[in-house]
């Protein structure tokens, strides 16, 4: 299924339904290290990144029963220390390694992890974590391929502040805190829903953890935590990637489990495009209402801020509003690489090194291409393309759904990283599309 043939122009109309975060259940599957008991996890996508963490926790010794409801127990008794070359080999492009690191040094006293991937959209370092787990009292060690690990005095409370709100960051220290000796505190907190929920999921375990309005969490330590019982948060990103596909073919999606209250931020900016939406008890509705889309000013930014995940289906959207809009994206210093395709298939896309619209960013001055100004309406036209990495991948393809005539779309099975049923969903809505070699 690497290659697919996408006859464009029909607008996308039906329903889809969403299972839990690939953001938060990664990480809630490598919290289950913590526990002396099992943990079951509800809401599971069967996503390759849930496979790669599954196989990545199998060889570290958790049992793990994934059924097709999406129901998970993991059983973490007889956890044990992987070879790095096998970790290596299962990884793959996935980050998630690196928040094994807390967990195994807390189980086992040591933790290797190889040099990591993920998706080709800025160069993604690991020194926060690094850093982070120093201040516990880690003893990093840089080997060929990887890190070695060790805690030859224990993990301890620390004080941490973090340069910039990193997500993975902050849950390494989440994860490493939980069962540290003494209190941490850690400033300059991401806050993202996600995080919020793997709070949940270690409060359920027995952690003592507070968080303050000002991006300050702080962790009591303990001395044992047990499994947890848990339904994922759904996921954010998967909901704006199809109310920007709605918003782009002209049409209408229910996207089934979708919250208000963790989307306000998308759901501003979807309604100054010209989308409507309509919340129902069971999910959110988007649609095109017909008529001419708005051009906007977009600055992607950490948690309350407009996610850097929901720009580049929404840039596709954008191909069709009146005018110019202007796209500044802070968090990563490129993921404006999508945009190529883009333009191949008609679409008028500028790229930019300086700061675009709005307040600078710590990418100004640096050489990044990092804000994008995006004219329209244009008719976007069928095209071969090669999807680059996930949400650029799903960009590609609600392009080429958009477009007139036959586009060639390949590397497909890349978003199939975070999107449950990718193809099968897109069937129901409606896409005409089908299998090349
Ligand atoms: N950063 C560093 N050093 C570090 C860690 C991060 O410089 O040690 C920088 C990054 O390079 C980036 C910024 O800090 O410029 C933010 O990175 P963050 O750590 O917040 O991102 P992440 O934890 O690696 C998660 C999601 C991403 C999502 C970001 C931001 C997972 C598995 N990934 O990444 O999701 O974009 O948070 O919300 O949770 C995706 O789903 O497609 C995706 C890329």
């Known amino acids: 299924m690497s290659q ?74 007889k956890v044990k220390s992987a070879r790095m070359v096998d970790i290596d080999a299962h990884a793959g492009s996935s980050r998630i390694p690196i928040l094994f690191c807390g967990p195994l040094l807390h189980q086992l006293g040591e933790a290797f992890i190889p040099d990591l991937g993920g998706c080709h959209i800025g160069d993604r370092p690991v020194d926060y974590h690094l850093e982070v787990l120093r201040n516990f009292g880690a003893v990093i060690e840089k080997l060929p391929n990887g890190t070695r690990m060790t805690a030859p005095n224990g993990l301890h409370g620390a004080k941490i502040s973090l340069p910039y ?19 941490t505190e850690l400033s300059g907190a991401a806050v ?72 306000t931020t998308f759901l501003n900016v979807f309604r100054k495009i010209g989308g409507a ?34 720009q580049q289906p929404l840039v596709v959207a954008l191909t069709q509003a009146t005018g110019l809009s202007i796209v500044h994206e802070t968090v990563y210093e490129n993921r404006f690489g999508f945009t190529e395709a883009l333009v191949k298939m008609g679409a008028q896309i500028q790229i930019y090194r300086e700061c675009l619209g709005g307040n600078p960013c710590r990418f100004g001055q640096r050489n990044f291409y990092h804000s994008a100004v995006i004219s329209g309406p244009t008719q976007l036209v069928g095209a071969d393309i090669t999807v680059p990495d996930l949400r650029g991948g799903f960009s590609h393809m609600v392009a080429a759904l958009a477009a007139q005539g036959t586009s060639n779309v390949s590397n497909v099975q890349l978003i199939s990283r975070g999107y449950e049923h990718f193809l099968e969903k897109l069937e129901a809505l409606g896409a005409s599309f089908s299998f090349t070699e």
Do not use: C
């Not at 289950?32 to 990545?56: F, H, M, N, W, Y």
């Not at 759904?234 to 229910?254: H, K, P, Q, V, Y």
């Open 277 to 310: 939406f309509e919340i129902e008890d069971d999910g959110i509705r988007f649609k095109h209402p017909g008529g001419a889309l708005q051009p906007v000013v977009i600055e992607t930014d950490v948690h309350p801020g407009f996610m850097t995940d929901w």
């Open 4 to 77: 697919i043939t996408v006859e464009g122009g029909k607008p996308l109309v039906g329903r889809v339904d969403l299972k839990g975060a690939k953001n938060l259940v990664t990480k809630a599957m490598v919290a289950a290290l913590l526990g002396e008991t099992p943990s079951i996890l509800r809401d599971v996508p069967k996503i390759s990144d849930v496979e790669v963490v599954q196989r990545l926790l199998e060889l570290h010794g958790v049992t793990i029963d994934f059924d097709d409801a999406g129901v998970m127990k993991l059983d973490p008794s």
């Open 192 to 263: 993202e829903p996600e995080i919020m929920d793997l709070i949940a999921i270690l409060q359920k375990m027995g952690a003592i953890i507070s968080v303050d309005t000002d991006r300050v969490i702080r962790i009591e330590g303990v001395e044992t935590l047990n499994g947890y019982s848990h339904r994922a948060l759904f996921d954010r990103n998967e909901a704006a990637s199809w109310a920007a596909a709605a918003l782009a073919t002209g049409g209408e999606i229910m996207v089934g489990g979708a919250r208000q209250q963790e989307m």
């Open 165 to 183: 709100p990193s997500v993975g960051a902050t849950e390494q220290v989440l994860l490493t805190a939980t069962k540290a000796q003494g209190l």
